[in-house]
């Protein structure tokens, strides 16, 4: 099995490029008057939406570097409070968790000292790869929906990627 290629497969998968938009470009040049705007015909804000990721992502990295990880309640824990607010420094903290858990994950997938086919030694049953895959296929789902609340709700929307 050639794990050079399957690293630098997942690599592109959870980093963005290839089919997915990363998550620099999904919120670059974000308005911050538009951060505690509601969803239409939702109970979250946008920058509830990105919390949620960043809660996700951590959980998922937390749970493969650490054997006395306890995950949040499902599905409260992985929501900030319906009406918590943020500010421009919260989304700005927000980010900058999602973006050093993302960098985590990425050295992992990485390091050739990762076997990413090894039972994880306190999950039996799971593997890094799948974990690295589960955080992947999660942030991309809401990668896309950012992108597309963005323009549905005029918020200086992305380019057309």
């Known amino acids: 099995m050639d794990t050079k290629l399957i690293r630098k497969e997942l690599l592109a998968l959870i980093l963005g490029g290839n089919a997915h938009m990363d998550f620099d470009f999904a919120i670059s040049d974000f308005p911050m008057t538009d ?3 509601k969803i239409p015909n939702a109970s979250y804000t946008v920058w509830h939406l990105l919390e ?3 809660i996700a992502q951590w959980d998922i990295l937390d749970f493969v570097q650490d ?5 949040p309640d499902f599905p ?8 918590e607010k943020a500010t421009p420094a919260k989304w700005k903290k927000t980010v900058q968790g999602f973006k050093a ?3 985590a994950l990425a050295a992992m997938a990485r390091s050739p000292k990762t076997d990413l086919f090894a039972p ?4 039996e049953g799971y593997t ?8 992947a296929d999660h ?3 809401h990668i896309g929906e950012l992108a597309a609340l963005r323009r549905a709700l005029d918020m200086k929307p992305v380019k057309e990627y």
């Open 35 to 37: 951060i505690n705007k």
């Open 52 to 54: 949620h990721m960043r």
């Open 67 to 71: 054997k006395d990880h306890v995950s």
């Open 76 to 83: 409260d824990g992985y929501w900030p409070p319906e009406g």
């Open 101 to 103: 858990d993302l960098k």
């Open 120 to 123: 994880i030694p306190h999950a």
């Open 128 to 135: 890094v790869f799948r974990e690295i895959l589960l955080a």
């Open 139 to 141: 942030n991309a789902f």
